[in-house]
């Protein structure tokens, strides 16, 4: 269990969080990683704490202002590891994550893609201070089921695939948002085979600049017409 793990980190402007998503990689159990932090066009102290990391793993990528699925492309082309995942920089992976994941899809080639579970912190205006936690799928079931994930994005924020089902759904993320949600149906497209690891292994935090809460209803609702229709269109060719 020896694979090297390739972790996307996009940035924008989170100088007062991305010191805790970065402590939550550097102590994971698993180290045979690579670390590629995409600042995107930050105009906070963000660049600075970046300077301040010293860690061969660790590579800074910058570019100019141009949303999260343009930084994972950016991110992800520079990319060498045989296992692949990303994490928002406002967010925690727990210090077993990493291992946990590693260890199924070594156990198991039939297996693609594996999520787990994870908690949300509510937070203050601040978005620093914690008012409550709550398990990610207290209202939502996150069981795989590659139909109903058309309708609801139900996978956390802790996942590992592998780099061939990235390139072989199409490699490249969409530059609009939801980007993560699109590249998941592109994957199961593309024949990717989905495992939920029920252990909770990250944690997500829900403050006011989250870019979740910055979404307008319609956009998401037209978003998932079209993964429904794309789900519909699969199913048609079967």
């Not at 870019?211 to 978003?223: F, G, P, Q, S, W």
Request: charged share 30%; proline share 3%.
């Amino acid at each position: 269990m020896n694979k090297k793990v390739s972790i996307i980190m996009p940035t924008y402007n989170h100088a007062d969080f991305i010191q805790t998503a970065l402590d939550g990689i550097l102590e994971q159990t698993y180290q045979n990683f690579e670390l590629i932090i995409v600042n995107d066009g930050s105009t906070d102290r963000t660049i600075e704490i970046l300077q301040n990391i010293k860690d061969d793993r660790i590579k800074i990528l910058e570019k100019k202002h141009n949303g999260v699925g343009d930084s994972l492309n950016l991110g992800f082309f520079s990319a060498t590891g045989e296992y692949e995942t990303w994490a928002a920089s406002d967010d925690l992976f727990y210090p077993e994550a990493i291992e946990e994941m590693v260890k199924i899809l070594e156990s198991d080639p039939n297996i693609d893609f594996v999520y787990c579970d994870c908690e949300i912190g509510g937070m203050d205006e601040s978005g620093l201070k914690e008012i409550f936690r709550v398990p990610y799928n207290h209202n939502i079931l996150m069981d795989w089921n590659p139909i109903t994930f058309y309708d609801k994005f139900n996978i956390g924020i802790i996942w590992l695939w592998r780099k061939e089902l990235r390139i072989k759904a199409g490699e490249k993320f969409m530059l609009d948002p939801c980007e993560d949600y699109e590249m998941v149906t592109r994957m199961i497209e593309a024949g990717g085979k989905f495992h939920h690891y029920p252990k909770m292994l990250g944690w997500k935090r829900s403050h006011q600049e989250c870019l979740a809460r910055k979404i307008t209803e319609d956009y998401v609702n037209d978003l998932i017409k079209r993964m429904q229709n794309k789900r519909d269109n699969l199913n048609q060719k079967k």
